[in-house]
């Protein structure tokens, strides 16, 4: 980097770091979302899975399946819950 004479130099200099900053910021979070992406359990297992029997289109669904039983099962645990009120059993069903 040069020597800054004026105060105009001395501003630049300030905004193109501050440009430099924000870009990297933006490269950094980037980064930080394909990794936390990578990292998650259900990118985890499919991905060991893909490279274990070598078909996506079978672990996609299978994956798929899975994560939609699940979450069926967890919502109507959290809707019925304890209740035994028949309407809140019958809406936990259908969801």
Do not use: H
Request: no cysteine; glycine share 8%; proline share 1%.
């Amino acid at each position: 980097m040069q020597n800054i004479s004026t105060v105009a130099e001395f501003r630049n200099a300030i905004r193109l770091l501050e440009d430099e900053q924000a870009s990297k910021g933006r490269l950094l979070k980037e980064r930080l979302s394909v990794v936390y992406e990578s990292l998650m359990p259900i990118n985890i297992l499919k991905n060991t899975l893909k490279k274990i029997f070598g078909k996506t289109d079978m672990i996609d669904n299978l994956s798929g399946s899975a994560l939609g039983i699940a979450s069926g099962l967890l919502l109507r645990k959290v809707f019925i819950g304890k209740s035994g009120n028949s309407f809140r059993k019958l809406i936990g069903s259908i969801l």
